[in-house]
């Protein structure tokens, strides 16, 4: 009887295959959806402040010139993070990020900190890259995937390095081990 009862019980939890089960509705997971405008996800409230960027800017207006302006520093930051969310020494720490997000802002930085007409608007970078796990030498492949930007764009040299002159001290609020 045990036996039957038992099987009959096992039979029962077959017949109930968990398909069409939405999962997430099942566990009150909310879903993330991109801002139609801008194709960004929502992040929490922070207060925007120019000091977020992590350095103070440029004077120069001369700088900004040699990386093509507003939309010349755009793209080098965009080529910077499409090399590395495909860079196999760093891509995973990308994966599930907004990337929409991230070349905006470091486009954002990047055309405040070379003084071409920016405020930024982002986050702090010890709270933006808290938890990520970034060593060392994750840094220098982003730096070297930068410079392979700035290259492309054919940056003067010394332009780059001032460029990198401002990053560098950032590296303790984003180096975790
Ligand atoms: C000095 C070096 C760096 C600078 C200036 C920088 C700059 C930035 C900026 C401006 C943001 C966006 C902040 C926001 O969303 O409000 C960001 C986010 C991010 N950065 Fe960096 N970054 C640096 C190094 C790195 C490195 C080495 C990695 C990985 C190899 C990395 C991975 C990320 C990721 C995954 C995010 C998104 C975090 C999130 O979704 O909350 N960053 N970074």
Not at 61 to 78: S, V
Request: with cysteine.
């Amino acid at each position: 009887m045990l036996l039957l009862t038992s099987t009959a019980a096992l039979l029962f939890m077959q017949q109930a295959p968990a398909e069409n089960v939405d999962w997430d509705a099942e566990f009150g997971v909310e879903e993330e959806v991109r801002d139609p405008e801008t194709g960004e996800l929502p992040v929490d409230p922070y207060v925007e402040d120019n000091a977020n960027a992590g350095a103070n800017p440029y004077r120069s207006t001369r700088l900004a010139a040699a990386f093509g302006g507003r939309e010349g520093i755009q793209r080098i930051a965009d080529r910077a993070i499409d090399l590395s969310a495909t860079d196999p020494r760093i891509a995973e720490i990308f994966i599930s990020h907004d990337i929409v997000r991230i070349k905006r802002t470091l486009g954002e930085q990047f055309c405040y900190l070379l003084n071409a007409g920016c405020d930024y608007s982002g986050r702090d970078m010890q709270s933006s890259h808290s938890g990520l796990g970034i060593r060392r030498q994750d840094l220098n492949a982003l730096v070297e995937n930068l410079q392979v930007a700035m290259q492309e764009a054919e940056v003067p040299f010394a332009a780059q390095n001032k460029l990198l002159a401002r990053l560098a001290p950032m590296s303790g609020d984003v180096i975790e081990r």
